[in-house]
């Protein structure tokens, strides 16, 4: 633990400051108030990196005085001291042993904002949903299939308490996926989609995250309990909520999917990421592994279980999804993301290699010869029409394959996607009717798919599954 006295000195500067009372009056001009429940994750923070009309700026944090609490206002604090458009958010801290009873009780604001510690992350959804909350919360909502039916029931109390219960799919507004997304839906450009094989998928996601890695500007520094499996989770139930969300947006757009009846998962495995205790101490800034950490520590290395593959079908296609952590990005680098989906007239494929400068660029590769000049033609057609929502985005022969280029202007970076997720949440709490009806299935679908996974990873040893990105 860090000392608490720059804690105590930041909570408490924050709280009382003439920022806090200048803004009171524009309080009853709001009509949602937030308020964050111990932000153990740096997302708590990217939710409020904007301001955003109608939303009160003062916020009200419940929080244990920990390193948690002091990251987060940190954050805070220098989104309000940046020199390009800073924001004026004012935090008041309320710090106690029953830090989200009394959240309940006190209630300042209308929706609730959670980020990290995942273990029973579903209870303090539920029992925001029964006061009568809306709730804003990272993935992943919960880690065991034991826990699925608590999700059900709290979805299902949502609507009829008609309050707003979402979690926060940033990669919906990555560019790419957009486009890719797009094309895929274009029968003159893709077809028909493939069933695959378990061997040979139709679908495949493949996303490498860092352990390491800089955050707004600085080194992100991860609490030690993000290491324990118990309490964050495995590689599927964290990112790999995104993956099952993808491909679900994706290829069946709009549409229920019933996860009894849709969704067949076939094989999983998991790995280790070794980590070192002088790399421990790097990434979370303690002195040593805790003692929690202690059954996965051997010969002073931590074998951290972050990896998870997994084959399924998803109405009878073929998908498989590879969730892996590494330790830290090459030059120039950062998390990467390969995605393709086959279809019988192209393969739409979101790639970053060294070769595109690790940016994610899209490629539309023809099924034959024989069909490429009609599927150039459909690309460049598609992409014209798209063009009202992605200006500037154009079509470029590169050899046999086809490139659809995204200029920069359309590149926000995922930090930016935080902000447009809370945008869509604001629409839904302000009119409800306009959520749309098939996220609520689609929701029960995606956490059907981690947690058996992850579970049945557990059932055969430990192995790396192949990676099909190209370098």
Known sequence: MRTSLP?????????????????????????????????????????????YRGVDPKVDVYAPLSGDLYEHLKRIDAYNRRP???????????????????????????????????????????????????????????????????????????????????????????????VQRALVNDRAVFGEPLKGTEADPAAYMESVHYLLKMVSGAP????????????????????????????????????????????????????????????????????????FLAPVVKNGTLEYFCNTAVSYTLRGIHTKLSAIW???????????????????????????????????????????????????TAVRSRIAGLQKEFAGVTVEERGEEIHVAIPDALRVGHEAHFAQVMGQFLRFVRNRRELPPWERPNMLAKYFVTTMSTELSYKRPPQPAPRLAPR
């Open 7 to 51: 804690l105590v000195a930041l909570a408490a500067g924050l709280a009382v400051s003439g920022l806090h009372a200048r803004q009171e009056s524009s309080r009853t001009m709001s009509d949602v108030r937030l308020m964050t429940v111990d932000p153990g994750h740096f997302h708590a923070a990217l939710v409020q990196k904007e301001m």
């Open 84 to 178: 390009a458009q800073p924001t004026s958010w004012a935090v008041e801290v309320h710090s106690s042993a029953d830090y989200f009873e009394r959240m309940l009780r006190e209630r300042p604001g209308n929706v609730v904002v959670m980020s990290g510690r995942n273990r029973d992350k579903i209870g303090r959804v539920e029992a925001s949903v029964r006061a009568g909350l809306h709730v804003l919360a990272d993935k992943p909502w919960i880690l065991k299939s034991s826990e699925f039916g608590r999700l059900e029931s709290t979805l299902a109390e949502a609507d009829k308490a008609d309050v707003v219960a979402y979690d926060i799919m940033t990669e919906r507004f990555e560019v790419t996926s957009m």
């Open 220 to 291: 992100n520094i991860r609490p030690a309990w993000f290491f324990d499996n118990t309490q964050q989770g495995e590689g599927l139930n964290d990112v790999g909520t995104h993956l099952v969300d993808l491909v679900q947006w994706t290829l069946f757009p709009e549409q229920a999917l019933d996860y009894r009846r849709d969704v067949q998962v076939l094989s999983a495995q998991r790995w280790a990421t070794p980590i070192p205790e002088a790399d421990f101490r790097r990434v979370t800034a303690e002195a040593r592994f805790p003692e």
């Open 326 to 376: 590494d330790w830290e990005p090459a030059p120039g680098s950062g998390d990467i993301h390969y995605a393709f989906y086959k279809g019988s007239r192209a393969k739409i494929e979101v790639r970053q290699t060294q070769a595109d400068k690790y940016r994610p660029e899209l490629y539309v590769v023809p099924a034959s010869a024989a069909v490429r000049g009609e599927v150039l």
